[in-house]
């Protein structure tokens, strides 16, 4: 594999690193406005910020000279930007999300979510590590590289509005646009190292199945003293249900959820987690707590609402209630496939008296990504260079609905290059990320696109001289 001249990495480093150096506050109240957008992507009250994130995206991208639009089909927007170079030059496409979970309970937050305030070196706020710093990341670095016109690929920049509600309609989007989505290398950054001097790259992630099941009895809430023990409780059919998909001993009892799947018995599939975590037995007997979390599948409820729920008693029972329930998937698992044996299986289970609804929330499929390419060792190569560790290949349990779908429509495998940690606490009171681990990503970045720049030009030449030398012979 090729890498960067020594030279040429050292006067280039240089060049960068006072770069960034000179624009370190500006690049970090950039940022913060970036934050104070609440863009919540689950709670329709937030639509007015969806679009003020997106808008701000464009404006930042513009401001760099970025052709940057927007598109839509049919959800929250897609926000896409292109830098193009020459035709000759490789092209890297970049997937981040702009949207972000609630940010509930407020209460718990030590400083206001949306107002992000600096303290021990980390900036907090509701998706200051998912994924707004590293969105941010992405773009400083390019405009570092613009600044001094040293980009050698191509690059188009795709960041959407629906992640944290499963991408709905971001697949529509890549099949009715591949033409211009298509790239040569693909990068997300959106994960984690594995500690703070210590980068990771992913190379393997879980699908998802999320699915909510309806359960309708009478037209409208009964009396249960009147009606009780003569109406069928929807409530109580769809505990039984739920307590039906899993045995005592964590098996996942819908008919055929395991076929295709291999039971793999690799010892180097055992990193040492967490003490706490590895005592657990909730899972599937016979594996490692690492396995578990990571290679095979999982079925979890997430929560059941209807009926009464407040304070004090009140007897009724219920006409409609409802589960949210989803299915981590490993390989040899399809997605579609396990939602039609949810359906079937929970349709076995109810009773005649109910009526049964499945409407699935999210899909996408598992995915195992390649280490050896020329990317993904340019991404290797930067890593270590920035962080002075070579990175560690890891599998997570965790789905980015992104990857299944970009690598099925461009056929591109994706280079998971984060610079989280697992205690920025993602999705929780007080996440963080760490001011450092932004300015370190800039650099990563940036010296990630060079290399793989002139790797991929060496490639593409030395393909031609060995086609040429067996074309003479």
């Given at each position: ?125 509701r998706g200051a590590c998912d994924d707004k710093a590293q969105v941010y990341l992405v773009l400083k670095a390019l405009e570092t590289m613009l600044a001094d016109n040293s980009l050698e690929c191509n690059i188009k920049l795709m960041f959407e509005g629906e992640e944290e509600v499963g991408s ?189 609804q499945l409407k699935k929330m999210a899909g996408s499929n598992a995915v195992q990504t390649k280490i050896d390419s020329i990317a993904c060792q340019s991404a290797d190569y930067a890593l270590e260079t920035v962080f002075g560790n070579k990175p560690v290949y890891q599998k997570i349990g965790g ?8 690598k099925q429509h461009l056929n591109l495998d994706p280079i998971l290059m984060g610079f989280g940690l697992d205690s920025d606490n993602i999705h929780g009171p007080n996440e963080h990320f760490h001011i450092s681990n932004f300015f370190r990503g800039i650099e990563t970045v940036s010296l990630f ?25």
């Amino acid at each position: 594999m090729f890498f960067l001249d020594r030279y040429v990495k050292y006067f280039w480093s240089q060049i960068m690193k006072e770069y960034i150096e000179i624009h370190r506050e500006r690049f970090l109240e950039e940022l913060k406005d970036f934050l104070r957008i609440p863009s919540v992507s689950a709670n329709p009250a937030y639509s007015d910020d969806i679009y003020k994130a997106s808008k701000f995206l464009i404006s930042a991208m513009e401001e760099m000279g970025i052709q940057a639009e927007e598109f839509s089909a049919g959800g929250h927007p897609i926000v896409y930007g292109n830098i193009h170079v020459n035709d000759e030059l490789p092209t890297v496409l970049i997937y981040g999300h702009y949207d972000v979970q609630p940010a509930d309970p407020i209460e718990l937050w030590d400083t206001p979510p949306f107002e992000p305030t600096i303290r021990d070196g980390k900036i907090y706020a509701r998706g200051a590590c998912d994924d707004k710093a590293q969105v941010y990341l992405v773009l400083k670095a390019l405009e570092t590289m613009l600044a001094d016109n040293s980009l050698e690929c191509n690059i188009k920049l795709m960041f959407e509005g629906e992640e944290e509600v499963g991408s709905c309609t971001l697949e529509s989007f890549i099949c009715s646009h591949k033409s211009m989505l298509s790239a040569d290398a693909f990068l997300i950054c959106d994960t984690f190292m594995e500690s703070e001097n210590q980068p990771a790259m992913i190379n393997s992630l879980r699908g998802i199945c999320y699915a909510e099941i309806t359960v309708s009895g009478a037209p409208e809430d009964l009396h249960s003293g009147m009606l009780g023990g003569v109406i069928i409780n929807p409530l109580t059919v769809l505990c039984s249900m739920l307590g039906k998909l899993k045995s005592e001993d964590h098996q996942i009892l819908i008919p055929g959820f395991y076929d295709g799947i291999s039971n793999v018995e690799d010892d180097d599939l055992d990193f040492v987690v967490d003490a706490d975590l590895a005592s657990f037995q909730a899972g599937e007997s016979g594996f490692s707590a690492y396995k578990r979390m990571t290679i095979r599948p999982t079925l979890d409820v997430h929560g059941v609402s209807g009926g009464y729920s407040g304070e004090g008693p009140k007897t009724v029972i219920p006409s409609k209630v409802s589960a949210k329930v989803s299915m981590r998937l490993v390989e040899g698992q399809d997605e579609k496939i396990v939602f039609s044996q949810l359906e079937n299986y929970i349709n076995l289970l109810a009773p005649k008296e109910v009526a049964v609804q499945l409407k699935k929330m999210a899909g996408s499929n598992a995915v195992q990504t390649k280490i050896d390419s020329i990317a993904c060792q340019s991404a290797d190569y930067a890593l270590e260079t920035v962080f002075g560790n070579k990175p560690v290949y890891q599998k997570i349990g965790g789905t980015i609905p992104v990857v299944s779908m970009v690598k099925q429509h461009l056929n591109l495998d994706p280079i998971l290059m984060g610079f989280g940690l697992d205690s920025d606490n993602i999705h929780g009171p007080n996440e963080h990320f760490h001011i450092s681990n932004f300015f370190r990503g800039i650099e990563t970045v940036s010296l990630f696109i060079k290399t793989y720049g002139q790797n991929k030009k060496k490639d593409i030449q030395a393909n031609h001289l060995t086609y040429n030398l067996n074309t003479q012979l």
